[in-house]
Protein backbone atom coordinates (compact mmCIF):
# COMPACT_ATOMS: atom_id res chain seq x y z
CA UNK A 1 0.00 0.00 0.00
CA UNK A 2 2.80 2.60 0.77
CA UNK A 3 3.84 2.30 -2.92
CA UNK A 4 0.51 3.76 -3.99
CA UNK A 5 0.28 6.47 -1.35
CA UNK A 6 0.67 10.15 -2.67
CA UNK A 7 3.74 11.43 -2.54
CA UNK A 8 3.58 13.51 0.39
CA UNK A 9 6.13 12.06 2.16
CA UNK A 10 8.73 11.69 -0.51
CA UNK A 11 11.13 13.53 1.97
CA UNK A 12 11.06 11.02 4.65
CA UNK A 13 8.67 13.08 7.34
CA UNK A 14 5.73 10.20 7.50
CA UNK A 15 2.20 11.88 7.53
CA UNK A 16 -0.90 11.26 9.61
CA UNK A 17 -2.09 8.51 7.20
CA UNK A 18 1.47 6.68 6.99
CA UNK A 19 1.99 6.34 10.93
CA UNK A 20 -1.81 5.15 11.01
CA UNK A 21 -0.81 2.64 8.47
CA UNK A 22 2.52 2.02 10.70
CA UNK A 23 0.50 1.88 13.82
CA UNK A 24 -1.78 -0.46 11.98
CA UNK A 25 0.73 -2.82 10.68
CA UNK A 26 1.56 -3.86 14.37
CA UNK A 27 -1.57 -5.12 15.39
CA UNK A 28 -1.81 -8.93 14.75
CA UNK A 29 -4.01 -11.54 12.96
CA UNK A 30 -7.32 -11.41 14.98
CA UNK A 31 -6.64 -15.28 15.13
CA UNK A 32 -3.24 -14.53 17.13
CA UNK A 33 -4.64 -11.93 18.66
CA UNK A 34 -6.98 -14.31 20.48
CA UNK A 35 -4.01 -16.19 21.33
CA UNK A 36 -2.49 -13.29 22.54
CA UNK A 37 -5.27 -12.49 24.93
CA UNK A 38 -6.20 -16.01 26.34
CA UNK A 39 -2.59 -15.71 27.61
CA UNK A 40 -3.40 -12.35 28.96
CA UNK A 41 -6.40 -13.57 30.71
CA UNK A 42 -4.47 -17.03 31.79
CA UNK A 43 -1.67 -14.87 33.90
CA UNK A 44 -3.60 -11.85 34.50
CA UNK A 45 -6.30 -14.07 36.45
CA UNK A 46 -3.23 -16.11 38.39
CA UNK A 47 -1.88 -12.47 39.46
CA UNK A 48 -4.93 -10.76 40.55
CA UNK A 49 -6.27 -14.04 42.43
CA UNK A 50 -3.02 -14.39 44.31
CA UNK A 51 -3.81 -10.50 45.17
CA UNK A 52 -6.76 -11.17 46.53
CA UNK A 53 -8.92 -8.99 44.48
CA UNK A 54 -12.58 -9.38 44.36
CA UNK A 55 -15.67 -7.27 44.06
CA UNK A 56 -18.79 -7.31 46.27
CA UNK A 57 -22.18 -6.84 45.02
CA UNK A 58 -25.79 -6.65 46.66
CA UNK A 59 -28.16 -9.09 45.18
CA UNK A 60 -31.67 -10.31 46.13
CA UNK A 61 -31.49 -13.90 46.89
CA UNK A 62 -34.78 -16.05 46.74
CA UNK A 63 -35.85 -17.74 49.87
CA UNK A 64 -36.94 -21.02 50.48
CA UNK A 65 -40.77 -21.40 50.54
CA UNK A 66 -42.62 -23.91 53.14
CA UNK A 67 -45.37 -25.73 51.57
CA UNK A 68 -48.01 -28.78 53.58
CA UNK A 69 -48.60 -31.86 51.27
CA UNK A 70 -51.91 -33.21 51.70
CA UNK A 71 -52.59 -36.85 50.83
CA UNK A 72 -56.05 -38.33 51.36
CA UNK A 73 -56.00 -42.13 52.61
CA UNK A 74 -57.48 -43.25 49.39
CA UNK A 75 -55.25 -41.52 47.25
CA UNK A 76 -51.39 -41.91 46.59
CA UNK A 77 -51.32 -38.73 44.91
CA UNK A 78 -49.56 -35.98 46.74
CA UNK A 79 -51.09 -32.38 45.81
CA UNK A 80 -50.53 -28.43 47.03
CA UNK A 81 -53.76 -26.57 48.35
CA UNK A 82 -54.40 -23.00 48.73
CA UNK A 83 -53.13 -20.44 46.72
CA UNK A 84 -49.86 -19.53 45.42
CA UNK A 85 -46.89 -19.61 47.82
CA UNK A 86 -45.92 -15.78 47.88
CA UNK A 87 -41.67 -15.26 46.79
CA UNK A 88 -39.40 -13.55 48.93
CA UNK A 89 -35.99 -12.05 48.61
CA UNK A 90 -33.25 -11.31 51.08
CA UNK A 91 -30.73 -8.70 49.91
CA UNK A 92 -27.63 -10.30 50.27
CA UNK A 93 -24.13 -9.27 49.93
CA UNK A 94 -21.65 -10.96 47.45
CA UNK A 95 -18.53 -11.23 46.91
CA UNK A 96 -17.00 -12.13 43.44
CA UNK A 97 -13.19 -13.04 43.24
CA UNK A 98 -11.11 -13.73 40.44
CA UNK A 99 -10.45 -17.35 40.03
CA UNK A 100 -6.89 -18.11 39.03
CA UNK A 101 -6.91 -20.27 35.65
CA UNK A 102 -3.45 -21.62 36.48
CA UNK A 103 -4.73 -23.11 39.96
CA UNK A 104 -5.59 -26.87 40.09
CA UNK A 105 -9.51 -26.02 38.88
CA UNK A 106 -8.32 -23.81 36.51
CA UNK A 107 -5.70 -25.62 34.88
CA UNK A 108 -8.49 -28.56 34.82
CA UNK A 109 -10.74 -26.51 33.11
CA UNK A 110 -8.22 -25.31 30.43
CA UNK A 111 -8.08 -29.03 29.51
CA UNK A 112 -11.04 -30.43 30.01
CA UNK A 113 -13.05 -27.68 28.19
CA UNK A 114 -12.14 -27.28 25.20
CA UNK A 115 -14.20 -28.96 23.23
CA UNK A 116 -17.93 -29.10 25.11
CA UNK A 117 -16.82 -24.94 24.73
CA UNK A 118 -16.02 -25.59 21.10
CA UNK A 119 -19.49 -27.67 20.79
CA UNK A 120 -21.32 -25.04 22.84
CA UNK A 121 -20.34 -22.00 20.85
CA UNK A 122 -23.42 -21.22 18.87
CA UNK A 123 -22.00 -19.09 16.95
CA UNK A 124 -20.11 -21.55 14.85
CA UNK A 125 -23.08 -23.79 14.24
CA UNK A 126 -24.73 -20.28 13.05
CA UNK A 127 -21.84 -19.58 10.65
CA UNK A 128 -22.27 -22.57 8.87
CA UNK A 129 -26.30 -22.60 7.93
CA UNK A 130 -25.98 -18.72 7.44
CA UNK A 131 -23.57 -19.38 5.01
CA UNK A 132 -24.88 -22.45 2.96
CA UNK A 133 -27.37 -19.93 1.50
CA UNK A 134 -25.39 -17.17 1.41
CA UNK A 135 -22.74 -19.05 -0.85
CA UNK A 136 -25.29 -21.10 -3.06
CA UNK A 137 -26.55 -17.49 -4.28
CA UNK A 138 -23.50 -16.37 -4.69
CA UNK A 139 -21.53 -19.38 -5.92
CA UNK A 140 -23.94 -19.72 -9.03
CA UNK A 141 -24.18 -16.07 -9.73
CA UNK A 142 -27.27 -14.59 -8.38
CA UNK A 143 -25.90 -12.29 -6.22
CA UNK A 144 -24.02 -11.11 -9.33
CA UNK A 145 -27.18 -10.75 -11.30
CA UNK A 146 -29.10 -9.36 -8.74
CA UNK A 147 -26.67 -6.18 -7.98
CA UNK A 148 -26.54 -5.67 -11.81
CA UNK A 149 -30.06 -6.04 -12.52
CA UNK A 150 -30.65 -3.14 -9.77
CA UNK A 151 -28.35 -1.11 -10.99
CA UNK A 152 -29.19 -1.13 -14.66
CA UNK A 153 -32.64 -1.12 -14.07
CA UNK A 154 -32.17 2.45 -11.59
CA UNK A 155 -34.05 5.51 -12.94
CA UNK A 156 -30.64 7.81 -13.15
CA UNK A 157 -32.37 10.23 -10.68
CA UNK A 158 -32.06 7.50 -7.79
CA UNK A 159 -29.22 5.57 -9.11
CA UNK A 160 -26.64 6.84 -6.34
CA UNK A 161 -29.60 6.19 -4.01
CA UNK A 162 -29.93 2.74 -5.21
CA UNK A 163 -26.09 2.08 -5.13
CA UNK A 164 -25.74 2.80 -1.61
CA UNK A 165 -28.92 0.91 -0.97
CA UNK A 166 -27.63 -2.13 -2.48
CA UNK A 167 -24.44 -2.01 -0.50
CA UNK A 168 -26.38 -2.23 2.33
CA UNK A 169 -28.10 -4.78 1.57
CA UNK A 170 -25.06 -6.65 0.38
CA UNK A 171 -24.38 -7.97 4.28
CA UNK A 172 -26.53 -10.73 3.50
CA UNK A 173 -24.01 -12.33 1.33
CA UNK A 174 -21.06 -11.70 3.52
CA UNK A 175 -18.32 -10.29 1.25
CA UNK A 176 -19.78 -10.04 -1.59
CA UNK A 177 -20.61 -6.19 -1.50
CA UNK A 178 -16.85 -5.77 -1.33
CA UNK A 179 -16.02 -7.50 -4.66
CA UNK A 180 -18.64 -7.00 -6.80
CA UNK A 181 -21.15 -3.79 -5.86
CA UNK A 182 -18.05 -1.51 -5.57
CA UNK A 183 -16.02 -1.87 -9.03
CA UNK A 184 -20.01 -1.87 -10.33
CA UNK A 185 -20.82 1.06 -8.92
CA UNK A 186 -17.59 2.68 -10.22
CA UNK A 187 -18.36 0.94 -14.34
CA UNK A 188 -22.07 2.20 -13.29
CA UNK A 189 -20.96 5.88 -12.92
CA UNK A 190 -18.81 5.95 -16.07
CA UNK A 191 -21.20 4.37 -18.01
CA UNK A 192 -23.43 7.47 -16.59
CA UNK A 193 -20.65 9.89 -17.41
CA UNK A 194 -20.16 10.60 -13.99
CA UNK A 195 -16.66 10.17 -11.90
CA UNK A 196 -16.17 6.73 -11.19
CA UNK A 197 -14.27 7.43 -8.41
CA UNK A 198 -17.47 9.07 -6.83
CA UNK A 199 -19.52 6.03 -7.81
CA UNK A 200 -16.23 3.63 -6.30
CA UNK A 201 -16.95 6.19 -2.96
CA UNK A 202 -20.96 5.87 -2.76
CA UNK A 203 -20.25 1.75 -2.74
CA UNK A 204 -17.65 1.74 -0.59
CA UNK A 205 -20.05 4.01 1.87
CA UNK A 206 -22.80 1.65 1.57
CA UNK A 207 -21.22 -1.61 1.90
CA UNK A 208 -18.60 -0.78 4.57
CA UNK A 209 -20.66 2.45 6.72
CA UNK A 210 -24.03 0.47 6.98
CA UNK A 211 -22.41 -2.94 7.26
CA UNK A 212 -24.42 -4.01 10.91
CA UNK A 213 -28.01 -2.43 9.93
CA UNK A 214 -29.51 -4.22 7.09
CA UNK A 215 -33.73 -5.04 6.24
CA UNK A 216 -33.59 -8.67 7.59
CA UNK A 217 -31.14 -10.38 10.27
CA UNK A 218 -27.47 -11.11 8.31
CA UNK A 219 -24.88 -14.02 9.17
CA UNK A 220 -23.19 -11.42 11.01
CA UNK A 221 -26.02 -10.50 13.24
CA UNK A 222 -26.95 -13.91 13.91
CA UNK A 223 -22.78 -14.51 14.88
CA UNK A 224 -22.97 -11.45 16.92
CA UNK A 225 -26.41 -12.02 18.82
CA UNK A 226 -24.79 -15.34 19.70
CA UNK A 227 -21.80 -13.73 21.07
CA UNK A 228 -23.60 -11.08 23.01
CA UNK A 229 -26.09 -14.13 24.83
CA UNK A 230 -22.94 -15.55 26.44
CA UNK A 231 -22.47 -12.66 28.12
CA UNK A 232 -25.81 -11.97 29.02
CA UNK A 233 -26.65 -15.23 30.06
CA UNK A 234 -23.36 -15.34 32.45
CA UNK A 235 -24.65 -11.88 33.81
CA UNK A 236 -28.24 -13.68 34.93
CA UNK A 237 -30.33 -12.21 31.50
CA UNK A 238 -32.37 -13.61 29.11
CA UNK A 239 -30.90 -14.27 25.58
CA UNK A 240 -31.72 -12.02 23.14
CA UNK A 241 -32.69 -13.09 19.12
CA UNK A 242 -31.57 -12.09 15.73
CA UNK A 243 -34.74 -9.70 15.62
CA UNK A 244 -33.61 -7.56 18.66
CA UNK A 245 -32.25 -4.68 16.65
CA UNK A 246 -34.26 -4.97 13.22
CA UNK A 247 -36.61 -2.24 13.22
CA UNK A 248 -33.88 -0.06 14.30
CA UNK A 249 -31.72 -1.42 11.95
CA UNK A 250 -33.91 -1.21 8.94
CA UNK A 251 -34.71 2.49 9.81
CA UNK A 252 -30.76 2.97 10.35
CA UNK A 253 -30.06 1.90 6.64
CA UNK A 254 -32.73 4.11 4.91
CA UNK A 255 -31.67 6.97 6.99
CA UNK A 256 -28.04 6.08 6.34
CA UNK A 257 -28.23 5.05 2.69
CA UNK A 258 -30.14 8.86 2.26
CA UNK A 259 -27.44 10.69 4.19
CA UNK A 260 -24.52 8.75 2.22
CA UNK A 261 -26.59 9.53 -1.17
CA UNK A 262 -26.49 13.42 0.06
CA UNK A 263 -22.46 13.60 0.91
CA UNK A 264 -21.96 11.99 -2.87
CA UNK A 265 -23.79 14.24 -4.54
CA UNK A 266 -23.30 17.71 -2.82
CA UNK A 267 -19.48 16.97 -1.03
CA UNK A 268 -17.91 14.05 -3.64
CA UNK A 269 -18.81 14.63 -6.97
CA UNK A 270 -18.40 18.39 -6.86
CA UNK A 271 -14.64 18.01 -5.04
CA UNK A 272 -13.90 14.99 -7.70
CA UNK A 273 -15.23 17.52 -10.54
CA UNK A 274 -14.93 15.81 -14.25
CA UNK A 275 -13.59 12.48 -15.36
CA UNK A 276 -11.59 12.33 -17.73
CA UNK A 277 -11.59 8.87 -19.83
CA UNK A 278 -8.23 8.94 -21.05
CA UNK A 279 -7.24 8.20 -17.08
CA UNK A 280 -8.89 4.73 -17.85
CA UNK A 281 -6.80 1.74 -17.11
CA UNK A 282 -6.83 -1.32 -19.56
CA UNK A 283 -8.82 -3.37 -16.82
CA UNK A 284 -11.22 -0.12 -16.03
CA UNK A 285 -11.72 -0.41 -20.33
CA UNK A 286 -12.71 -3.82 -20.08
CA UNK A 287 -14.54 -4.17 -17.37
CA UNK A 288 -16.69 -0.83 -18.91
CA UNK A 289 -16.73 -3.05 -21.89
CA UNK A 290 -18.03 -6.34 -20.64
CA UNK A 291 -20.86 -8.60 -21.90
CA UNK A 292 -22.81 -10.56 -20.17
CA UNK A 293 -25.69 -13.54 -21.49
CA UNK A 294 -28.70 -11.07 -20.34
CA UNK A 295 -30.77 -13.22 -21.55
CA UNK A 296 -29.51 -15.98 -19.45
CA UNK A 297 -29.83 -13.74 -16.20
CA UNK A 298 -33.21 -12.82 -17.27
CA UNK A 299 -34.74 -16.85 -16.68
CA UNK A 300 -32.47 -17.11 -13.88
CA UNK A 301 -33.89 -14.07 -12.09
CA UNK A 302 -37.40 -15.48 -12.97
CA UNK A 303 -36.80 -18.72 -11.87
CA UNK A 304 -35.27 -17.51 -8.22
CA UNK A 305 -38.86 -15.53 -8.13
CA UNK A 306 -40.55 -18.40 -8.73
CA UNK A 307 -38.39 -20.28 -5.97
CA UNK A 308 -38.89 -17.62 -3.66
CA UNK A 309 -42.98 -17.85 -3.94
CA UNK A 310 -43.09 -21.22 -3.63
CA UNK A 311 -40.77 -21.06 -0.62
CA UNK A 312 -42.67 -18.20 0.66
CA UNK A 313 -46.39 -20.45 0.46
CA UNK A 314 -44.59 -23.07 2.38
CA UNK A 315 -43.28 -20.89 5.07
CA UNK A 316 -47.01 -19.85 5.61
CA UNK A 317 -48.49 -22.51 5.61
CA UNK A 318 -46.30 -23.94 8.70
CA UNK A 319 -46.56 -20.87 10.17
CA UNK A 320 -49.86 -18.78 9.40
CA UNK A 321 -53.03 -21.09 10.30
CA UNK A 322 -53.63 -21.79 13.86
CA UNK A 323 -51.60 -24.70 15.73
CA UNK A 324 -48.98 -24.13 13.04
CA UNK A 325 -45.72 -26.08 13.73
CA UNK A 326 -43.73 -22.51 13.99
CA UNK A 327 -46.53 -20.99 16.37
CA UNK A 328 -45.93 -21.06 19.88
CA UNK A 329 -47.49 -24.65 21.66
CA UNK A 330 -49.13 -22.82 24.45
CA UNK A 331 -50.21 -19.23 23.71
CA UNK A 332 -50.24 -19.36 19.48
CA UNK A 333 -48.12 -16.38 18.98
CA UNK A 334 -45.47 -16.22 15.95
CA UNK A 335 -43.58 -13.14 17.44
CA UNK A 336 -41.37 -13.07 20.26
CA UNK A 337 -39.61 -16.44 21.78
CA UNK A 338 -41.50 -18.54 19.82
CA UNK A 339 -40.58 -21.65 17.30
CA UNK A 340 -40.59 -19.47 14.17
CA UNK A 341 -38.56 -16.52 15.75
CA UNK A 342 -36.23 -19.27 16.59
CA UNK A 343 -36.37 -20.71 13.28
CA UNK A 344 -35.56 -17.27 11.93
CA UNK A 345 -32.04 -17.92 10.28
CA UNK A 346 -32.46 -21.32 9.03
CA UNK A 347 -35.80 -19.34 7.34
CA UNK A 348 -33.39 -17.07 5.62
CA UNK A 349 -30.98 -19.56 4.58
CA UNK A 350 -33.76 -21.85 3.02
CA UNK A 351 -34.86 -18.84 0.86
CA UNK A 352 -31.50 -17.87 -0.14
CA UNK A 353 -31.11 -21.60 -0.94
CA UNK A 354 -33.94 -22.29 -3.19
CA UNK A 355 -33.47 -18.81 -4.97
CA UNK A 356 -30.02 -19.95 -5.72
CA UNK A 357 -30.93 -23.28 -7.18
CA UNK A 358 -34.27 -21.88 -9.12
CA UNK A 359 -31.87 -19.40 -10.40
CA UNK A 360 -29.02 -21.80 -11.30
CA UNK A 361 -31.13 -24.17 -13.48
CA UNK A 362 -32.92 -20.92 -15.24
CA UNK A 363 -29.52 -19.80 -15.78
CA UNK A 364 -27.51 -22.55 -16.86
CA UNK A 365 -24.81 -22.63 -14.03
CA UNK A 366 -26.70 -25.34 -12.29
CA UNK A 367 -26.61 -28.48 -14.56
CA UNK A 368 -26.67 -31.16 -11.71
CA UNK A 369 -27.29 -31.43 -8.21
CA UNK A 370 -23.28 -31.66 -7.30
CA UNK A 371 -23.14 -28.24 -8.91
CA UNK A 372 -24.98 -26.51 -5.90
CA UNK A 373 -23.31 -29.17 -3.66
CA UNK A 374 -19.84 -27.82 -5.06
CA UNK A 375 -21.26 -24.03 -4.59
CA UNK A 376 -21.67 -24.45 -0.91
CA UNK A 377 -18.33 -26.13 -0.08
CA UNK A 378 -16.43 -23.55 -2.41
CA UNK A 379 -18.14 -20.82 0.26
CA UNK A 380 -16.92 -23.09 3.27
CA UNK A 381 -13.54 -23.44 2.00
CA UNK A 382 -13.13 -19.71 2.79
CA UNK A 383 -14.54 -20.05 6.03
CA UNK A 384 -11.51 -21.91 7.42
CA UNK A 385 -9.62 -18.31 8.95
CA UNK A 386 -13.06 -17.41 10.53
CA UNK A 387 -13.94 -20.83 11.65
CA UNK A 388 -10.75 -20.62 13.72
CA UNK A 389 -11.00 -17.38 14.59
CA UNK A 390 -14.87 -18.44 16.44
CA UNK A 391 -12.81 -21.19 17.91
CA UNK A 392 -10.70 -18.86 19.56
CA UNK A 393 -13.22 -16.89 20.81
CA UNK A 394 -14.87 -19.25 22.15
CA UNK A 395 -12.14 -20.21 24.37
CA UNK A 396 -10.91 -16.63 24.93
CA UNK A 397 -14.68 -15.73 26.08
CA UNK A 398 -14.87 -19.20 28.23
CA UNK A 399 -11.12 -18.02 30.14
CA UNK A 400 -12.67 -15.05 30.67
CA UNK A 401 -15.87 -15.72 31.83
CA UNK A 402 -14.70 -18.70 34.75
CA UNK A 403 -11.63 -16.04 35.39
CA UNK A 404 -14.70 -13.94 36.42
CA UNK A 405 -12.39 -11.08 35.48
CA UNK A 406 -15.76 -9.01 33.61
CA UNK A 407 -18.02 -9.68 36.93
CA UNK A 408 -15.34 -8.02 38.66
CA UNK A 409 -14.75 -5.07 36.34
CA UNK A 410 -18.28 -4.80 35.65
CA UNK A 411 -18.99 -4.25 39.28
CA UNK A 412 -16.35 -2.13 39.96
CA UNK A 413 -17.08 0.27 36.99
CA UNK A 414 -21.31 0.32 37.50
CA UNK A 415 -20.73 1.09 41.09
CA UNK A 416 -18.48 3.63 39.73
CA UNK A 417 -20.52 5.02 36.61
CA UNK A 418 -23.64 4.96 39.55
CA UNK A 419 -21.78 7.14 42.17
CA UNK A 420 -21.51 9.29 39.36
CA UNK A 421 -25.10 9.77 38.75
CA UNK A 422 -24.89 9.47 34.52
CA UNK A 423 -27.94 9.17 32.31
CA UNK A 424 -28.13 5.95 29.95
CA UNK A 425 -27.55 8.34 27.30
CA UNK A 426 -23.68 10.16 27.91
CA UNK A 427 -22.94 6.27 28.55
CA UNK A 428 -23.90 5.18 25.38
CA UNK A 429 -22.41 8.22 23.61
CA UNK A 430 -19.41 7.07 25.24
CA UNK A 431 -19.69 3.51 24.42
CA UNK A 432 -20.13 4.32 20.58
CA UNK A 433 -16.70 7.06 20.85
CA UNK A 434 -14.84 4.43 22.26
CA UNK A 435 -15.86 2.44 19.94
CA UNK A 436 -15.15 4.39 16.93
CA UNK A 437 -11.85 4.85 18.01
CA UNK A 438 -11.24 1.17 18.34
CA UNK A 439 -12.17 0.33 15.18
CA UNK A 440 -9.44 1.65 13.19
CA UNK A 441 -6.76 -0.72 14.99
CA UNK A 442 -9.72 -3.83 15.64
CA UNK A 443 -11.30 -3.43 12.52
CA UNK A 444 -14.13 -6.41 12.15
CA UNK A 445 -17.45 -6.40 13.97
CA UNK A 446 -16.86 -10.13 15.63
CA UNK A 447 -13.36 -9.37 16.66
CA UNK A 448 -14.42 -6.25 18.76
CA UNK A 449 -17.31 -7.10 19.89
CA UNK A 450 -15.81 -10.75 21.40
CA UNK A 451 -13.66 -8.64 23.40
CA UNK A 452 -15.61 -5.95 24.45
CA UNK A 453 -19.16 -7.75 24.75
CA UNK A 454 -18.42 -10.18 28.15
CA UNK A 455 -17.33 -6.56 29.31
CA UNK A 456 -19.61 -4.12 28.81
CA UNK A 457 -23.17 -5.96 28.63
CA UNK A 458 -23.00 -6.99 32.23
CA UNK A 459 -21.91 -3.03 33.29
CA UNK A 460 -24.63 -1.48 31.28
CA UNK A 461 -27.13 -4.30 32.78
CA UNK A 462 -26.95 -3.62 35.98
CA UNK A 463 -26.86 0.08 34.97
CA UNK A 464 -30.73 -0.49 33.58
CA UNK A 465 -29.58 -0.45 30.14
CA UNK A 466 -30.79 -3.34 28.21
CA UNK A 467 -28.61 -5.68 26.04
CA UNK A 468 -30.39 -4.75 22.68
CA UNK A 469 -29.62 -0.99 23.41
CA UNK A 470 -26.65 -1.41 23.68
CA UNK A 471 -26.30 -3.81 20.69
CA UNK A 472 -27.68 -0.89 18.84
CA UNK A 473 -25.24 1.30 19.99
CA UNK A 474 -22.69 -1.13 18.86
CA UNK A 475 -23.42 -1.33 15.21
CA UNK A 476 -23.39 3.09 14.99
CA UNK A 477 -19.87 2.20 16.68
CA UNK A 478 -18.30 -0.26 14.62
CA UNK A 479 -19.63 0.61 11.20
CA UNK A 480 -19.01 4.08 10.11
CA UNK A 481 -15.27 3.69 10.66
CA UNK A 482 -14.99 0.58 8.33
CA UNK A 483 -14.32 3.40 5.39
CA UNK A 484 -11.16 4.58 7.02
CA UNK A 485 -9.10 2.24 8.62
CA UNK A 486 -6.19 1.06 6.58
CA UNK A 487 -6.39 -2.49 8.43
CA UNK A 488 -9.72 -3.22 6.86
CA UNK A 489 -9.03 -6.84 4.97
CA UNK A 490 -10.61 -5.21 1.81
CA UNK A 491 -8.96 -1.68 1.99
CA UNK A 492 -6.09 -2.37 -0.35
CA UNK A 493 -8.79 -3.61 -2.57
CA UNK A 494 -10.35 -0.49 -2.96
CA UNK A 495 -7.04 1.20 -3.45
CA UNK A 496 -6.75 -0.84 -6.73
CA UNK A 497 -10.34 0.00 -8.27
CA UNK A 498 -9.52 3.37 -7.76
CA UNK A 499 -6.39 3.34 -9.28
CA UNK A 500 -8.28 2.01 -12.60
CA UNK A 501 -9.48 5.69 -12.58
CA UNK A 502 -6.75 7.63 -10.85
CA UNK A 503 -3.17 6.33 -10.88
CA UNK A 504 -1.35 8.21 -8.39
CA UNK A 505 -4.47 7.18 -5.94
CA UNK A 506 -3.42 5.78 -2.25
CA UNK A 507 -4.34 4.80 1.04
CA UNK A 508 -4.37 9.05 1.55
CA UNK A 509 -7.00 9.13 -1.50
CA UNK A 510 -9.46 6.73 -0.33
CA UNK A 511 -9.68 8.02 3.17
CA UNK A 512 -9.64 11.92 2.16
CA UNK A 513 -12.74 10.70 0.25
CA UNK A 514 -14.44 8.75 2.99
CA UNK A 515 -13.71 11.57 5.84
CA UNK A 516 -17.30 13.11 4.75
CA UNK A 517 -18.80 9.67 5.14
CA UNK A 518 -18.11 8.25 8.10
CA UNK A 519 -17.76 11.81 9.66
CA UNK A 520 -21.31 12.77 8.81
CA UNK A 521 -23.10 9.43 8.90
CA UNK A 522 -21.65 8.89 12.44
CA UNK A 523 -22.82 11.89 13.23
CA UNK A 524 -26.41 11.92 11.91
CA UNK A 525 -26.72 8.43 12.94
CA UNK A 526 -26.16 9.73 16.87
CA UNK A 527 -28.70 12.01 16.93
CA UNK A 528 -31.25 9.57 15.25
CA UNK A 529 -30.11 6.96 18.21
CA UNK A 530 -30.56 9.55 21.14
CA UNK A 531 -34.00 10.57 19.49
CA UNK A 532 -35.13 6.98 18.80
CA UNK A 533 -34.10 6.45 22.84
CA UNK A 534 -35.63 9.67 24.14
CA UNK A 535 -39.20 8.28 22.44
CA UNK A 536 -38.92 4.83 23.14
CA UNK A 537 -39.29 2.98 20.10
CA UNK A 538 -39.28 -0.96 20.60
CA UNK A 539 -35.51 -1.73 18.57
CA UNK A 540 -36.98 -5.07 17.67
CA UNK A 541 -40.25 -7.09 17.78
CA UNK A 542 -40.54 -7.30 21.73
CA UNK A 543 -37.37 -5.71 22.42
CA UNK A 544 -37.71 -2.14 24.36
CA UNK A 545 -35.13 0.18 24.60
CA UNK A 546 -34.87 -0.26 27.98
CA UNK A 547 -36.21 -2.98 30.84
Keep these: MSAA??????????????????IGNKVPNPILMFVYLMGVIIVASAILSLLGVSATETIAVPQPITVEANQYEDNSAVSLEGEEPVV?????????????????DGIRFLFSSFVSTVQGFSAIGVTFVAMAGAGAAEGVGLMDALIRKIVKSAPK????????????????????????????????????????????????????ATFLVNVIPTPTDAMLTEIANEAIVGAGGEPITIVSNLYFSIASLFLMCIVATIVTTRIIEPRLGAFDRKNLSAEAQAAADATIDEAAEAKGMR????????TTVLIVAITAPPGAPLRDPVDGKIIGQTPFMSSLLFIIALYFLTAAIGFGIGAGTVKKPDDIVAAIVKTYNGLGGLILMLMMIAQFVAYFNYSQIPSVISIGLADLL???GLSAIPLLLGFIIIMLLLDFIIPGALPAWAIFAPIFIPIFMRLDVAPQT??????????????????????????????????????????????????????????????????????????????
Design 5 to 22: APAANAGGKKTILDRIED
Design 88 to 104: HYEIKEVTVPVKSLLSI
Design 157 to 208: GIITFLIIFVGGLSSLASDAGYLILIPLAAVAFLALGRHPVAGLAAGFAGVA
Design 303 to 310: YAGIAFLL
Design 418 to 420: ERM
Design 470 to 547: LFAAYRIGDSPANTLTPLMVYFPFIVTIAQRYQKDAGVGTIISLMIPYAAIMAIVWVVFFIIWFVIGIPLGPGYPVSF
